[in-house]
Each structure stands twice: as structure tokens, then as C-alpha cells.
């Protein structure tokens, strides 16, 4: 298995700019999990999806960020305007739910984010 | 509020062995998870505890006490390879409520020659 998806790994931008992140989950997976990664901050839960469901989206820093999940292989994180403060890795995280569940997420490699 | 404690860093030899605590105050509690996430890398996942007790992985040992609301992470046979960051994670939903998944800030780990 390839493992969770994630592009672009870099992205520089300048801030106004939309920014479109991208994710491929792990065949069979039926949640997938966008999280933000800084150093003030740590890592924070952004939303997730359960079954292409979006279930909480609280952790959504602004309306300026947007998330959707068209079908089971594909959702994308969008930023728009994007300012310098979003600079940060985002990662996308994927787990198969049920009652032999470890509560096991996979995480993608991440994107870079610099927004200048 | 949702909040985990770790210590922030800890520093130990090859060979030896180090524990990591974490403590939390969530407003459920369905299960304690660790991740290891070396510079630049992504979190993998080491362990998991959703019941008291001591789950052991290879070198890696993960306890819980629910009353306590406390769990640690043992690392044994220490190899420069550890030297990593380590978080805590706790899933404050049952799964057919939710999944929201709260974590810690991260015991950044380093293994001495």
C-alpha cells in the first residue's frame, strides 16, 4: 500500500494567494483527518470526515479555510486568502474505523506551508 | 477544557531506559495513543490503550490508568534511531459519536552515545 497521499510537499506562496492542499487516503479507510502542525501551536485537529461526511469542523481556524471530501479516495484543505500566520505543515491522517480498532491513524508526509 | 501534559524534553543514554508521562483532562476518554515523530517526518504510531493496564510492543510500552488520568510510554534498549519526538493523543469520542482526537504537546527525546 502507498501509504496516505499528500500534495504539493512545499508550498510557497504570497499572502492573498489561494492555497489548495491535497489528499489521497489509504484504500478502505472510511475517516480521514486534516491536522495543522507549528511550533506555537503543536499539533491541532482541523476537521474530519467520517464516510465523506464532514462530522466536526471546530478546529477550523477561520471561514478563510475551507475542506471537502468529494468521494472516499480524494479531499482537499483550501486557504483563501492565505496569510503569513497559516505558514505551518499540514497533515492528512487516515484510519479504518471498527470494533477491532486501535484508534491507529496513518499519517501523510505533510505539506510545507510558507505563506510570505 | 481539553488539555494533555508532557514533559517537554527528556535525555537519555543508549541502552538505558526512559519513561514518558502523560496526563489529561478531556471530557470523554475512549483511548490513549502514542506517536513518534522524528524531525521533518511525519507521526507513526507506536501504541495504543483503551483499557488500565500495560501494553508492551517490541521495546516500546505504553500503561494506563484511567482513574489516574494518567498513561506513560516505556522505551527500553534505547538507540540513537529513538531520538525523536513523542506524542500523546486521546480520542475524547466513542466512534459512533465522533472522533475527535486531542494531542499532547510532545517529549522531545534525545539519546546520548
Known amino acids: 500500500d502507498a501509504g496516505v497521499i499528500q500534495s504539493p510537499r512545499h508550498e510557497v506562496t504570497e499572502m492573498g494567494q489561494e492555497v489548495t492542499l491535497r489528499c489521497k487516503p489509504i484504500s478502505g479507510h472510511n475517516s480521514l483527518f486534516w491536522y495543522r502542525q507549528t511550533m506555537m501551536r503543536g499539533l491541532e485537529l482541523l476537521i474530519y470526515?467520517?464516510?465523506?461526511?464532514?462530522?466536526?469542523d471546530s478546529g477550523m481556524p477561520e471561514d478563510r479555510f475551507s475542506a471537502k471530501m468529494p468521494n472516499a479516495s480524494f479531499s482537499t484543505l483550501k486557504i483563501q486568502p492565505s496569510e503569513p500566520r497559516d505558514s505551518a505543515v499540514y497533515f492528512c491522517?487516515?484510519?479504518?474505523?471498527?470494533?477491532?480498532?486501535?484508534?491507529?491513524?496513518?499519517f501523510g508526509p505533510g505539506t510545507r506551508l510558507t505563506v510570505l | 477544557g481539553q488539555s494533555l501534559e508532557q514533559p517537554s524534553e527528556v535525555t537519555a543514554v543508549e541502552g538505558a531506559i526512559v519513561q514518558i508521562n502523560c496526563t489529561y483532562q478531556?471530557?470523554?476518554?475512549?483511548?490513549l495513543s502514542w506517536y513518534q515523530q522524528h524531525d521533518g517526518g511525519a507521526p507513526t504510531f507506536l501504541s495504543y490503550?483503551?483499557?488500565?493496564g500495560l501494553e508492551e510492543t517490541g521495546r516500546f510500552s505504553s500503561f494506563l490508568s484511567r482513574s489516574d488520568s494518567y498513561g506513560y510510554l516505556l522505551l527500553q534498549e534505547l538507540q540513537m534511531k529513538d531520538s525523536a519526538s513523542y506524542f500523546c493523543a486521546v480520542r475524547d469520542q466513542a466512534e459512533n459519536y465522533g472522533q475527535n482526537f486531542v494531542f499532547g504537546p510532545g517529549t522531545r527525546l534525545s539519546v546520548l552515545p
Open positions: 470526515f467520517n464516510n465523506n461526511v464532514p462530522i466536526d
Open positions: 491522517a487516515s484510519r479504518k474505523t471498527g470494533i477491532t480498532s486501535t484508534d491507529t491513524q496513518y
Open positions: 490503550n483503551g483499557l488500565d
Open positions: 478531556t471530557s470523554g476518554f475512549y483511548g
